[in-house]
C-alpha cells in the first residue's frame, strides 16, 4: 500500500454554480464506493417479494404505515426544516458540531452547516472528497474523516480501485477548519483495513484517534483476520501533518467470537465497528461484530479491555454504543442486516435489531456488564423500509437517562431508559418508504440533539432538524455544549 503523503488543496471548495459544474464533472470521473455495514448490498438484502410489496400498500392503506414520503411524528416534536443534499449526491453518513457549525459526513464527502439560527440552516461550504463512509469527527482547528474503501490514492481526487492492487490506499484524512467556507486538508494516514469508523479522545497537545475496521468479508486482502485489534493515532495539534500511528492494541487475543454455523446472521468478531469513549471516567466502550467490549482508557495510547459481553441469541452485529450520563449504563446497538433490511417487522419480533442496554457493575478493573433489557421502535415499518437500531446520543436531562436514535427509516426515536430494565419511547419522527413496491436504502443515519435541537441526517433527504417540546426533556435546553462529537462522549453534570 502507498505511504503517507500530506496532501493540502484539491480538497478545499466553496459554494455557486461555478463549483457545482466543477463538482458534477469531478462525480463523473471518480465516484465513490459504497461500502456501509456488512449487510448494506444487494445480494445480502431481503428480497422484497410481491408478499411484501402486497403487505405494504395494504399497511400503507389501513394507516398502519405513512404513505411513501409522508412525514408523521408525536405531537411533542415539531419538523422545522428539511435541507436536501446538494453537490454532494452521495450516502449521508454521521454528524459533529462545534459552536455554531453542524458537520455532516457523505460518502462523497462533507458538508458544514451554519445552525446558529437552528429553523433556517444554511450550508457554509461543500467539500469534495470521496470514500465511503466518510465518518466525521471534530476537534479545536481540526476535522476528521474515515476513508473505509479502496482508494487509488489519499488524495480527495482519488478514483475507486480493488483492494488487491499495490499502491490502494484507505485510512484516516484530517482537514483544517479554521476557514469554515474553506476547510483545507493538511494530512492522511493510512491504516490496517481503513477506517470505517472512528473516535477522538483528545488531550491538550494531541488529538488520539481509534480506528475501527474489520473484514466485511474474505475478498478483503488488507482485514484478513487475525484483524483483532484497531489502530491508534496521535494528532499533534500545532503540527497535525505529523499524524502517524502509534499502536495497534490487540483487543481480541482469542480472536473473539468465532461465529456459529447454526446461526450464519450473526457475525464472526474480525474487528470493531465503533468505539464511544468517556474520557471523563476513563472508559470506552466498543462495538466490535460479534462482541461487546468494556474498555480501560486510563492511557489513552493503550486501551484495555475490562470486560467483554455476547449475545449469540439476539445480537447479529455489535453496531455502536452510547453510555448514560452516569458512566453506569451502555446502550449496545444490532445492526441486524447491516442497514439494508427490513427488520422493523412483526416477523423479526422486538429483541433482534434493537438496543442493549447494560448495567455497568463494580469498579475498574473489576467492572462488569449486565444486560437488563431490550429496546425497539414500537411501530412496524413496511417490508421496503430499511430500519434498525442505529446512531443515537443522549439528551442531557438531570436526573435521568433520555436518548434520541436514529433508526433508518424507521425515523427518530426519543426514548427514556431511566430504569434500565423498562426502557419506554416518549417521542417520534419519521418517514413512510420510499418506495412501496422496493426496497430502497434510507432513512436517518443519525439523529443527535446539540445546544436545545434534534438534527439528524437522512441518507436520502438530507439535513434534518427538530424540536422536542416535552416537559420531561425541556432541561436539556439550558445545556450548551462547544462541540460535541457523540462518539467521544461529555460529561453533562
Not at 459544474?21 to 465513490?32: E, H, I, K
Request: hydrophobic share 30%.
Amino acid at each position: 500500500m502507498s505511504s503517507h503523503r500530506p496532501y493540502a488543496g484539491r480538497g478545499r471548495f466553496g459554494t455557486g454554480v461555478a463549483v457545482l459544474g466543477l463538482l458534477a464533472a469531478l462525480f463523473a470521473a471518480s465516484p465513490a464506493a459504497a461500502i456501509p455495514d456488512p449487510g448494506d448490498s444487494p445480494q445480502q438484502r431481503e428480497r422484497v417479494t410481491e408478499r411484501d410489496r402486497a403487505e405494504t400498500e395494504a399497511a400503507i392503506r389501513s394507516g398502519e404505515v405513512p404513505g411513501v414520503d409522508e412525514v408523521v411524528h408525536s405531537d411533542n416534536i415539531t419538523h422545522l426544516k428539511n435541507l436536501p443534499k446538494g453537490a454532494l449526491q452521495g450516502t449521508n453518513s454521521d454528524l459533529a458540531f462545534q459552536g455554531k457549525y453542524a458537520f455532516a459526513g457523505n460518502y462523497d464527502g462533507f458538508t458544514v452547516y451554519d445552525i446558529s439560527r437552528p429553523a433556517s440552516p444554511k450550508v457554509v461550504s461543500q467539500v469534495l472528497c470521496p470514500g465511503s463512509q466518510n465518518d466525521i469527527s471534530v476537534s479545536g482547528n481540526l476535522l476528521f474523516l474515515s476513508t473505509d474503501s479502496s482508494r487509488s490514492d489519499d488524495s480527495c481526487a482519488s478514483t475507486t480501485q480493488p483492494a488487491t492492487e499495490k499502491d490502494s490506499w484507505e485510512g484516516m484524512k484530517i482537514f483544517d477548519i479554521s476557514d469554515k467556507r474553506n476547510p483545507a486538508y493538511v494530512a492522511a494516514v493510512e491504516t490496517a483495513c481503513g477506517s470505517h469508523t472512528h473516535t477522538l479522545v483528545p488531550e491538550r497537545k494531541s488529538v488520539y484517534v481509534y480506528v475501527s475496521s474489520y473484514s466485511p468479508s474474505e475478498t478483503f486482502p488488507d482485514c484478513q483476520p487475525p484483524h483483532d485489534g484497531i489502530s491508534v493515532i496521535e494528532v499533534p495539534r500545532k503540527s497535525p501533518a505529523k499524524a502517524a500511528v502509534v499502536d495497534f492494541p490487540v483487543l481480541f487475543p482469542d480472536g473473539g467470537y468465532d461465529g456459529d454455523p447454526a446461526k450464519p446472521s450473526n457475525s464472526k468478531t474480525t474487528g470493531c465497528h465503533d468505539i464511544t469513549a468517556f474520557p471523563e471516567k476513563k472508559i470506552a466502550a466498543g462495538a466490535c461484530m460479534g462482541d461487546g467490549i468494556l474498555l480501560d482508557i486510563e492511557d489513552p495510547e493503550e486501551p484495555r479491555v475490562i470486560d467483554r459481553v455476547r449475545d449469540t441469541e439476539n445480537f447479529a452485529f455489535w453496531h455502536s454504543a452510547t453510555f448514560s450520563q452516569r458512566g453506569d449504563k451502555v446502550v449496545f446497538t444490532d445492526e441486524l442486516g447491516g442497514g439494508g433490511a427490513a427488520t422493523c417487522d412483526a416477523k423479526t419480533g422486538d429483541q433482534k435489531g434493537a438496543d442493549g442496554i447494560y448495567d455497568i457493575k463494580g469498579k475498574g478493573d473489576r467492572s462488569e456488564l449486565a444486560f437488563r433489557a431490550y429496546y425497539k421502535i414500537p411501530r412496524h415499518q413496511a417490508e421496503t423500509e430499511n430500519c434498525v437500531a442505529h446512531n443515537g446520543s443522549l439528551i442531557p436531562v438531570k436526573g435521568r437517562d433520555i436518548m434520541v436514535q436514529a433508526w433508518y427509516q424507521g425515523g427518530v426515536s426519543v426514548w427514556d431508559f431511566t430504569n434500565s430494565a423498562k426502557p419506554k419511547e416518549i417521542a417520534y419522527f419519521e418517514r413512510g418508504p420510499l418506495s412501496d413496491t422496493t426496497l430502497r436504502t434510507g432513512g436517518a443515519w443519525s439523529a443527535y440533539y446539540y445546544n436545545g435541537h434534534i438534527y439528524a441526517n437522512d441518507m436520502a433527504k438530507g439535513f434534518d432538524v427538530l424540536r422536542l417540546d416535552d416537559k420531561r426533556t425541556d432541561g436539556a435546553k439550558r445545556v450548551r455544549l462547544d462541540e460535541l462529537n457523540v462518539q467521544t462522549q461529555p460529561s453533562y453534570r
